[in-house]
């Protein structure tokens, strides 16, 4: 089955506003183009919000950036030999409460940011990179459902919907009668001694859409959502690094703030320039697991070996976490999201990488961020680690998402190139 990578299929449009920005290029060498809203090819479909570009604030205006370009997102998917493509994917830019980002940076970096002293339009100055990689089970209906929502769940979800979320769990008995609320714990009720709760954060809020995702989804259709779930792995990627005119770009940013939120067993690495150093940002959420093993031991469910010799929960659950699957919430099965937060250093990481199963069982985490060192970009990053998974014989559904990181060596490359060029030149004079 050929790869289809997703940039192939969406023309790559850079969208502007006003004649100002005619012919600009910005700092990352993207070019903005003369009329508003405008694509050279046919098969461009406008979007609105966020949906199609990153925006970046300019002295003459705003400069969108295409997602679709093959430099910023790659991303490669393949139905394998299924006979149904139930893996799904989204990358968007989405923006989020300055104050609740601001908390986020305090609580878990310990620097003061305040994107309200930038004077920019909030919008602009509290925008995220939201890319997510859900991995269907039992239907494609669940991993569908949170790609075309789980974003605007994300924007549009409020701290007083933290009861609501709650009290849907709860209501789901068994496991879920005892639990305390996990990450958003202390926005259930009011302090007793009548002080307002913590301020609400990134993580928070992420906890919260995933709970009002799996919510809305189960209401959508009981049905189906009793037997089809998805697996999760979301990162957010936040510039801390602002410049005279705007934000800088998560793809050229000193300091870039990524939280990860992940349910199943999709799978986030991050590679370091360090010698190709791999980090996974993400645990697998099988029941034999160390940390869903002591979670879910009070309900004293079985956990049997299928013929493939994975361990399944009640003998027919093979992730101990996702959205959907409601039928075993009351052994729990959850859609609580595990985190993961990093300040990352620009010079200092390569690639984000994010696959689903069908990519990791059959390569290793090496394997995946070495097939993607020395590609040209993320989409031949992503193409080479799908390409690779197929060769030796993954025959799942299977998705690669890459996001390079700063790219600092550039400028030294086209200079020892041309520098090269101009030798040989003398050479055969």
Known sequence: MKANCAEALLPECIFARGSALANERTPDGYTASLPPFTCSSSRCVARKGFEASLNLATVGGVVRIPLTSPNVVGICT???????????????????????????????????????????????????????????????????????????????????????????????GGYFRRWDGGELAPWIETPPDGTSPAPFDLVARTALAFLMADKQFAEANPQVAATCGATASVALLHSLDWREGGITPFFSAKRLSVTVAHVGDTRALLCHTDGGRVEPLTETHHAEARRESARLRRMASSRVMDSFGESRFLGAVANTRCIGDSQYKRHGVTPEPTFTTRLLEGPHYAYLILVSDGITETLSDDEIVDLARGARDPRAAAQAILAFAEELG??????????????????????????????ERLHRM
């Open 78 to 172: 393949s139905r394998g030999t299924r006979d149904h493509q139930e893996d799904a994917f989204k990358a968007v830019a989405v923006s989020l409460p300055a104050e609740e980002l601001s908390q986020s940076v305090q609580k878990h970096h310990e620097i003061n940011w305040d994107p309200r002293s930038f004077g920019l339009p909030l919008e602009l100055a509290t925008q995220l990179l939201f890319v997510g990689v859900y991995d269907g089970h039992g239907g494609r209906d669940a991993s569908s459902f949170l790609r075309d929502n789980l974003h605007q769940v994300l924007e549009n979800t409020k701290p007083e919907q933290v009861a609501e979320a709650y009290q849907y769990l709860r209501e789901q």
């Open 394 to 423: 993954s025959q799942d559904n299977a998705t690669v998402i890459v996001i390079h990181g700063p790219d600092a060596t550039r400028e030294l490359r086209d200079y020892r190139r041309r520098q090269a060029m101009g030798s």
